[in-house]
């Protein structure tokens, strides 16, 4: 069984910075992508960015790009999420998803396991 879990979500103003952990256990991924997605109530879940566990290779949703930075520490075994100059419109339930086999892709039906996620908030 696998499992991750979020964390470091909360209520800040826009421009402000948070950064969101994703602490995985169970199955090793070391060879898998884990990739970062948002979810506000009424919508789709959207990508965020991604991020290979060897290589290090990443991609980002355009609305993103120069903002946020995906990372992880293979040792922790632990992706992060730094996000930067906050807007109003990021706010949602953001979720870490691991997929089951090597590749990037930002299609969420491509990542097999899911944490719980954790709300971010940004006031204006």
């Known amino acids: 069984q696998v499992q991750l879990v979020e964390s470091g979500g909360g209520l800040l103003q826009a421009g402000g910075s948070l950064r969101l952990s994703c602490a995985a256990s169970?199955?090793?991924?070391?060879?898998?992508?884990v990739g970062w997605f948002r979810q506000v109530p009424g919508k789709e879940r959207e990508f965020v960015a991604t991020?290979?566990?060897?290589?290090?290779?990443?991609i980002y949703a355009d609305s993103v790009k120069g903002r946020f930075t995906i990372s992880r520490d293979n040792a922790k075994n632990t992706v992060y999420l730094q996000m930067n100059s906050l807007k109003p419109e990021d706010a949602a339930v953001y979720y870490c998803a691991a997929k089951g086999v090597p590749g990037l892709g930002n299609a969420p039906n491509t990542y097999t396991y899911w944490g719980q996620g954790t709300q971010v908030t940004v006031s204006s």
């Open positions: 169970g199955r090793t991924f070391s060879m898998y992508p």
């Open positions: 991020i290979t566990w060897g290589a290090g290779s990443t």
